[in-house]
């Protein structure tokens, strides 16, 4: 079998509305998200999907020229089974790029699953789990309003909430309050920074305020290239700290585990550059001691699913994980949504990553002229 086209397409996902208004989070406001849709195409007939996710610049929609551009002159007539050997020549092709590279990584793994008529997570290793138990993000807001969501995850079967901090110490203190007050104790708590903090002292003030609450973690406290000062906030915290956007390679991991700049290290498939180089940063955690988690940029129907197959793969992912990246969105562009029941998500059945697109909506989404 070999590769005889590969097309990317950006299109406009509908993220939903917290709180009667868009999100805002510790790096800014989420608004006019542009992905792309990659598809591989084979001389077998057998087509691959794969999803360029990115809220950074630049986003997934502009990444698609990188795709067809740049990196599939490399690949056309390769074997997509061949998945190392094309992650070389996707890096001889242009550095970086990881979630251009990721979209379509997840769509090699698509056509080989299809081919070999098995889920993308026997590709991986075969399942450790049968289902993967979610955390969920609470967006910047009013403490009632933050507390008021928890309450509602908790009521959907979610065990995990993820709390955006950064909006001031004394106001996250009170967010974190109002919501183990409203959610109890058997409720784990975890925050997400997003990089909001500037300096290790002000990062600090904050994880005093709020560690009498029974916090499990504290996630990217500063910003990503920052190491010395996310170790230097590890060792005067009782918190755990995840690095996430410090990690968006193997390379950039291993700087993590070398620097000693994190407690847990959360990996994206589209920050890894595929589902590849995500399980290679899940085996290099697992041999330094490192326990794992799985990020959300948040996906769609595509990238969650390669997301999900990863999470019931990997035997490092010790905690909850963002694997449903989807449920942040009005709605989604599979032909049938992925399923998220009682705070866990479950593979989508087929071969493959297992899912299809609803072309009448894509086509709602879609920027390509």
Aim: hydrophobic residues 45%; charged residues 20%.
């Amino acid at each position: 079998m070999r590769i005889t086209r590969i097309e990317a397409t950006p299109y406009c996902p509908p993220l939903k509305q917290f709180f009667g208004r868009s999100v805002k989070l510790g790096f800014g406001e989420l608004k006019d998200l542009e992905f792309g849709l990659v598809r591989v195409h084979t001389d077998e007939g057998i087509t691959g999907l794969g999803e360029i996710s990115n809220v950074f610049a630049p986003s997934g929609g502009a990444q698609c020229s990188i795709v067809t551009g740049v990196i599939a002159p490399y690949l056309i007539g390769e074997d997509p089974a061949h998945i190392a050997r094309i992650h070389s020549l996707m890096d001889l092709a242009i550095e970086g790029m990881e979630p251009a590279k990721a979209g379509i990584d997840m769509a090699l793994y698509d056509i080989v699953g299809k081919a070999l008529d098995v889920p993308v997570h026997v590709l991986l290793g075969g399942q450790v789990r049968d289902q993967v138990r979610l955390s969920f993000s609470i967006m910047f807001g009013a403490p009632d309003e933050m507390a008021g969501l928890a309450v509602d995850l908790v009521e959907d079967g979610f065990t995990t909430v993820k709390v955006k901090v950064g909006q001031g110490a004394l106001e996250d203190e009170r967010a974190i309050r109002s919501i183990r007050e409203a959610v109890g104790d058997d409720i784990t708590i975890r925050v997400d920074a997003n990089m909001a903090w500037k300096t290790p002292k002000e990062a600090l003030e904050t994880l005093r305020r709020i560690e009498p609450f029974g916090i499990e973690l504290a996630e990217q406290p500063l910003v990503g290239s920052d190491l010395d000062g996310m170790a230097f906030i590890r060792e005067r915290t009782d918190i755990p700290i995840m690095a996430d956007e410090s990690v968006w390679s193997p390379r950039t991991a291993m700087q993590v585990l070398q620097r000693r700049a994190a407690d847990v290290v959360s990996v994206y498939v589209s920050e890894a550059g595929g589902l590849f180089r995500a399980a290679q940063i899940f085996s290099m955690c697992e041999a330094a001691g490192i326990p794992n988690a799985i990020g959300s940029m948040p996906e769609n129907g595509v990238g969650t699913a390669a997301e999900v197959h990863l999470g019931l793969a990997m035997p490092n992912l010790t905690m909850a994980a963002d694997c449903c990246g989807s449920a942040y969105y009005d709605h989604d562009y599979l032909t049938t949504p992925l399923k998220v029941d009682n705070g866990f998500a479950y593979p989508p059945a087929g071969p493959g990553l297992g899912v299809e697109i609803d072309e009448n909506v894509f086509a709602q989404w879609s920027k390509d002229d």
